[in-house]
């Protein structure tokens, strides 16, 4: 399972500088619900969307997977017993900046480049199920919608993962 699953991420991480990007307008804030659904999250996560969320134009599947993976891992990496996740969202002039906060075990400034890295993890395979390409494919998807991300994170208190998006008319 692990390797078909090894497989499957380094194929879509392959095929996004590949692909025609096939822009659209969707509803980000529909898109976070369904992805809230489809994550099922355990009991003890709550996730909140703490603004108004904006249509973009983007190509949606790629978007929604950026989404998916950075709520993945909020879920995925929360250690402490209530779990609090955020979503949240600033328009500003140009921008759309997107936020998924938590409230999980954080991250060392150290490694703040290195999990945007192919292949990279910052914990055992046998601890956490990862094939350290997720966020390899997230960084990429952004920087072809002509996007940034950014992480801040204090180890044991929690991170904020920031996808700054250009709006584009």
């Given at each position: ?12 991480y392959s095929k996004i500088s590949r692909s025609k990007v096939q822009k659209e307008i ?49 879920i995925k990496y929360n250690d402490k017993e209530q779990g609090i996740i955020t979503i ?82």
């Open positions: 399972v692990r390797l078909q699953r090894f497989i499957e991420d380094l194929l879509k969707f509803d980000t804030c529909e898109s976070f619900v369904n992805i809230i659904d489809l994550l099922a999250a355990p009991s003890n996560i709550v996730i909140v969307i703490a603004s108004e969320l904006p249509k973009i134009c983007g190509e949606k599947l790629a978007l929604e997977q950026v989404f998916q993976n950075l709520l993945s891992n909020a949240s969202c600033e328009e500003n002039e140009d921008t759309f900046s997107f936020s998924v906060a938590d409230n999980g075990m954080g991250i060392d400034k150290k490694y703040f480049d290195k999990i945007f890295q192919v292949f990279q993890t910052l914990h055992s395979r046998d601890t956490y199920e990862s094939t350290g390409i997720g966020l390899s494919i997230v960084k990429k998807v952004i920087e072809r919608h002509k996007g940034n991300i950014k992480v801040e994170s204090v180890v044991d208190e929690g991170s904020t993962f920031t996808v700054i998006l250009p709006k584009i008319n």
